[in-house]
């Protein structure tokens, strides 16, 4: 181990680690195309995109080139009062692709901040009329919005991190979520609890938010496009703003541009990350229609209170545009359904192992759920030792690669996956 590894391992923190107890980082030196390459030289097909990010693989000559061009000409200028033309054009470009009646669009910093605008936007939206009593949100069980403390209110309150910040956390609603299914056929028993709640607490609920067909880091779980399109039409009926956050499954993940499309339901508030840059840096947004854009300015005073340092960063929109345009002109839908049906081939069978529970796939999304908790750094040394890069959480082996994926990588992730069932 070199000395910064050392030095790395003894005083920075890692995502959701015990800085005195680390589990291993693999030290990454560089990456091209699927490929992660370690500083001793091993090289890992990259089974993660960087947590949904990286669509395009890495080292992309394309955002390349836009990064180095706009660097060029600025890296960075504040946001309040200034604007520039990547943060236009990328805002055009969003607006252009989206579900639904996008027009207006708020840059973030991160998802979880994406997320907090959101909430933001719709609490504010009830304010200017008036009607301060709706300042509660509805969500369903297993979700995931982020790690801030808005974000976090509305994550699952028993696989979050509810029971830690139980008593700075504000209280929010919680429906049952639908099973975990996509295909099972549609019973009604499934929106039974997310109805009862919003019929009870309509008065009081700004909105609902939730992540559309996949739940993600709550769960991998695979749902119903009928219950995104029940919620919309209840949302509706009983005056309540919907946020969906797209974070994870926007930008082609799940077979559709956005994961919305699948129920062909268009948000009031919809959040984008992640693979928005194609996982060159942090950007986020937050985009709204006309009206709650109009509502949230109702009292004629309104401004929206939100204002990140790095709001609408030249560098993250000039990548995230040219991202965009990289994925507009490849074949992401039939990559995609390419990945899916290899997914489903390869990782079906492996249903049959004992401690197998369940296997999902949608799109670019293979999920192995086991039957008990993985020893995550157990099976990663096996991983690695087969030249794949996972990163399983909880009783979940799952893989959302880059689509740039080809089969003989594909089939490689496949079978590593397979050779660890027995450790797990
Ligand atoms: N929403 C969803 C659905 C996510 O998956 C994530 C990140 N895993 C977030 C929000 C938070 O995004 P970030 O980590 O960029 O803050």
Redesign the pocket.
């Known amino acids: 181990m070199d000395d910064w590894q050392r030095f790395e391992r003894e005083h920075v923190w890692h995502p959701y680690a015990s800085m005195l107890q680390p589990v291993p980082a693999y030290a990454v030196h560089r990456a091209e195309g699927a490929w992660l390459e370690l500083e001793d030289g091993r090289r890992l097909i990259d089974g993660m995109a960087s ?2 990010c990286a669509i395009h693989g890495y080292h992309v000559p394309e955002l390349n080139a836009a990064l180095r061009a706009q660097s060029e000409r600025m890296a960075h200028v504040m946001f309040g009062g200034l604007t520039h033309r990547p943060a236009a054009e990328l805002a055009q470009r969003l607006l252009s692709i989206t579900p639904g009646d996008m027009q207006y669009v708020f840059f973030a910093d ?4 994406s ?1 907090e605008v959101a909430l933001k936007m719709a609490l504010q939206y009830w304010q200017a009329q008036g009607q301060t009593q709706k300042h509660r949100f509805l969500t369903i069980r297993h979700g ?5 403390f808005g ?1 976090m209110s509305v994550c699952d309150p028993v696989s979050g991190m509810h029971h830690l910040f139980a008593s700075f956390l504000p209280q929010q609603l919680f429906a049952d979520a639908p099973t975990a299914q996509c295909d099972a056929e549609w019973d009604e028993a499934q929106i039974a609890s997310f109805r009862q709640q919003i019929e009870a607490h309509h008065h009081t609920l700004a909105a609902v938010i939730l ?1 559309p067909i996949v739940q ?2 709550g769960g991998m779980r695979i749902y119903a496009p009928e219950f995104l399109r029940q919620v919309r039409r209840l949302c509706d009926d009983y005056d309540v703003l919907l946020i969906i ?1 797209e ?3 926007g930008f082609g993940r799940t077979g559709c541009m956005f994961a919305a499309e699948h129920a062909d339901v268009a948000p009031d508030i919809l ?1 984008v ?2 693979a928005l840059t194609g996982g060159y840096m ?1 950007l ?1 947004a937050t985009l709204t229609t006309g009206r709650v854009c109009q509502g949230i300015h109702a009292d004629g005073a309104g401004v929206l209170m939100h204002g990140p340092t790095f709001m609408a960063n030249p560098l993250a929109c000039a990548v995230a545009g040219a991202s965009i345009d990289l994925l507009l002109a490849s074949p992401w839908q039939a990559r995609v359904r390419h990945i899916e049906q290899r997914l489903r081939e390869g990782l079906e069978p492996y249903r049959a192992h004992a401690a197998v529970h369940d296997v999902r796939v949608l799109g670019a999304i293979g999920v192995l759920e086991m039957t008990r908790p993985v020893d995550v750094a157990r099976v990663q040394q096996r991983l690695v030792a087969r030249g794949v890069w996972l990163r399983p959480f909880g009783r979940l082996l799952y893989t959302m690669p880059p689509y740039i994926l080809d089969d003989a990588q594909l089939d490689q992730l496949i079978a590593a996956m397979g050779s660890v069932l027995d450790d797990v």
Do not use: L, P, Q, R
């Open positions: 947590w949904w991160s998802g979880s901040v997320v995931y919005h982020g790690d801030t974000a992540e993600g880091a956050d974070i994870a499954t959040c990350g992640k942090t986020a």
